[in-house]
């Protein structure tokens, strides 16, 4: 479960501070998708930065079940930033805008990167990482490198790669934003099939509501704080993802 307790973010800005986030709860349960919703500038990155501890509070909590993973520099249970990088490593996938693969690496071996900066053996890596592909309908481009696969293929590939660790939470931000509709549904179809697979807690931040297809929770940020919040009896709701030649 990832819980968001009270998030406050601000920053300085000249000779005031502006609120990024503004007081923000949120509970996601395992196996569950939440969605985020509101116009640019709302806080929606700026609330998943802290989710995934890349940007600490300026108030308020992060847990991942009962353990404290993101507070305040000066919170006694605040981690140090090698501890954060640890985390991240080990109990949370996070899918970027852009997909932010590596030039040089084949698909497979984006994959491969992320078990090998935990130690995993070579072996039991790659058969994970054909799998994975293979469930995000990428296994025929597993040798290909970024600038031959489109758009909506990397950011399969960058799916795949988030799940490589087996995350208890996946942060998506705003996965559709390069593609067209109908690629975007396949989209948010695919991490959602997989969140409920895999367990995790996800939250999938975009401005595009058109494309959550079944996903029922759904949280609207305006000027950094929740303006309206829909919740259904899952967040996770919408079909499996077939595979698709995106």
């Known amino acids: 479960m990832l819980t968001l307790d009270h998030i406050t973010l601000t920053y300085p800005d000249g000779d005031h501070d502006l609120t990024a986030v503004d007081d923000v709860s949120l509970t996601v349960s395992p196996g569950t998708a939440t969605a ?3 116009p640019s500038g709302s806080g929606k990155s700026s609330l998943l930065a802290v ?6 509070p300026t108030k308020g909590l992060v847990r991942i079940g009962a353990d404290v993973v993101n507070a305040p520099a000066d919170h006694p249970e605040a981690t140090s930033d090698a501890a954060s990088a640890r985390l991240r490593r080990e109990r949370i996938g996070i899918v970027f805008q852009q997909p932010q693969l590596i030039d040089s690496l084949t698909a497979v071996e984006q994959l491969e990167l992320v078990a090998h900066l935990r130690g995993n053996r070579p072996r039991s890596a790659r058969t994970r990482a054909m799998d994975l592909l293979d469930a995000v309908g990428m296994a025929p481009w597993a040798s290909k490198r970024p ?3 489109s758009g909506g293929q990397r950011q399969r590939t960058a799916i ?4 490589m660790n087996s995350p208890e939470v996946l942060l998506v931000d705003e996965p559709t934003s390069a593609l067209d509709h ?12 997989l969140t409920r697979e895999s367990g ?7 401005h595009d509501e058109a494309t959550l297809g079944s996903i029922t929770d759904r949280v609207h940020l305006v000027d950094g704080r929740i303006s309206a919040r ?3 009896t899952t967040g996770t709701s919408a079909p499996a993802a077939q595979p698709a030649r995106a």
Request: no cysteine; glycine share 8%; proline share 0%.
């Open 36 to 38: 985020i919703l509101g």
């Open 147 to 149: 600038a031959q696969l």
């Open 182 to 193: 109908d690629r975007g549904l396949q989209i948010i179809e695919l991490i959602t099939a």
């Open 160 to 163: 795949a790669r988030a799940m």
């Open 51 to 56: 989710a995934s501890t890349l940007t600490r």
């Open 200 to 206: 995790a807690a996800t939250i999938i931040v975009t």
């Open 230 to 232: 829909t919740a259904g």
